[in-house]
């Protein structure tokens, strides 16, 4: 197989991305040592895979609970009204980030979904009242939009990112009886 094949660039960039999933953190040179690349290719890949927003951020994982800070889960299932253009903007323009930061709340992943729910907001706040003040905001700036919202508390993440919880025997601590 020739060296730069495009079966072969594509196997590349999976092995990097493999790679910066597990730690992004990582540098160029670890990345490049532990795949067997040099470091200009290592390079190259990521600048290419940023360029075409195959990679288009890069974060930590924070433990919430350590920051005075829960996760919830927001479950929005739309109503049968077709969305106007002005609805549709105020989701491309993200204003319900700016909303919620006002009340306190961090969003961290929204998902647009097929299925039950049409959309998901993982999001953090410091107390329930703070997430339900959330989710009253969203029923009301997207009111005969929204038919119904549910509110999850998360009460562990055993997982996120792909990344295991470096305290995962906690979630022994739920189970006591067994």
């Given at each position: 197989?020739?060296?730069?094949?495009?079966?072969?660039?594509?196997?590349?960039?999976?092995?990097?991305?493999?790679?910066?999933?597990?730690?992004?953190?990582?540098?160029?040179?670890?990345?490049?040592?532990?795949?067997?690349?040099?470091?200009?290719?290592?390079?190259?890949?990521i600048k290419n895979?940023?360029?075409?927003?195959?990679?288009?951020?890069?974060?930590?994982?924070?433990?919430?609970?350590?920051?005075?800070?829960?996760?919830?889960?927001?479950?929005?299932?739309?109503?049968?009204?077709?969305?106007n253009k002005e609805?549709?903007?105020?989701?491309?323009?993200?204003?319900?980030?700016?909303?919620?930061?006002?009340?306190?709340?961090?969003?961290?992943?929204?998902?647009?979904?097929?299925?039950?729910?049409?959309?998901?907001?993982?999001?953090?706040?410091?107390?329930?009242?703070?997430?339900?003040?959330?989710?009253?905001?969203?029923?009301?700036?997207?009111?005969?939009?929204?038919?119904?919202?549910?509110?999850?508390?998360?009460?562990?993440?055993?997982?996120?990112?792909?990344?295991?919880?470096?305290?995962?025997?906690?979630?022994?601590?739920?189970?006591?009886?067994?």
């Amino acid at each position: 197989m020739a060296k730069n094949s495009k079966k072969q660039i594509m196997l590349d960039e999976l092995r990097i991305i493999d790679q910066l999933s597990k730690n992004a953190n990582k540098s160029i040179n670890e990345i490049a040592k532990n795949l067997g690349f040099s470091r200009q290719k290592v390079w190259r890949i990521i600048k290419n895979l940023e360029r075409n927003k195959t990679i288009w951020g890069y974060t930590s994982i924070i433990d919430q609970e350590k920051q005075n800070k829960k996760t919830y889960i927001a479950l929005i299932k739309r109503s049968a009204n077709p969305l106007n253009k002005e609805m549709i903007e105020k989701l491309v323009r993200r204003e319900t980030i700016k909303r919620a930061a006002k009340i306190g709340v961090k969003i961290v992943t929204s998902l647009y979904t097929n299925g039950i729910y049409d959309w998901l907001i993982f999001f953090n706040a410091s107390d329930i009242r703070d997430a339900k003040r959330f989710v009253e905001d969203l029923n009301k700036t997207y009111e005969g939009f929204i038919e119904e919202t549910s509110l999850l508390e998360n009460l562990f993440m055993a997982e996120h990112c792909g990344i295991e919880n470096p305290e995962i025997d906690k979630l022994r601590d739920f189970f006591p009886d067994l």
